[in-house]
């Protein structure tokens, strides 16, 4: 019970610091990131790791806020979408890509709401697609719990998102 409530703690404090400093778009992925884990995981419970791979998405905020690049919001996103989906890799792999699917979902419905053209929601969304099927390919390899391992997934998706912005 006290991690739980820990949980709804963090959860609240990072939701309300994605909405000050990033905005609307940035909360709502964020919300849907929690919701998708807490549903992927709800018959084997939350715990502490989960946190850990979805919590240091802010730094992509922090990062947004010093240069005022937008597009950092990509990156941001598919840290929340790969953290997502490993964690709930345990219990399938397609129940990976269905979590950290809402995630992306969640995203290209901004981006459409942002009047992004149709190429860049088209490339946005394939590059999306193939770092996740790639996150949890990568998860699925292994049956071993290691948080190590799924941080450093989480963080090359994220990486990758970010250089794809030169596409």
């Keep these: 019970m006290p991690f739980r409530l820990s949980f709804i703690v963090v959860e609240v404090l990072f939701l309300a610091i994605a909405h000050v400093y990033g905005g609307t778009p940035w909360a709502i992925v964020g919300m849907i990131a929690f919701m998708a884990q807490i549903f992927t995981q709800v018959f084997s419970g939350i715990r502490p790791e989960s946190l850990l791979l979805v919590v240091p998405s802010l730094i992509w905020l922090v990062l947004f806020r010093v240069t005022g690049n937008r ?51 088209a490339v946005e969304l394939v590059i999306a697609a193939a770092i996740l099927a790639c996150a949890v390919a990568a998860r699925s390899m292994s049956e071993r719990q290691a948080i190590l391992r799924d941080a450093a997934i989480v963080a090359v998706s994220s990486l990758l998102a970010y250089a794809s912005l030169a596409l």
């Design 71 to 121: 597009e950092l919001f990509f990156p941001y996103t598919m840290f929340l979408a790969t953290g997502v989906a490993v964690r709930a890799v345990e219990r399938s792999p397609w129940l990976g890509m269905l979590g950290g699917g809402a995630v992306v979902t969640a995203f290209m419905v901004i981006r459409v709401l942002q009047n992004a053209t149709t190429r860049v929601l």
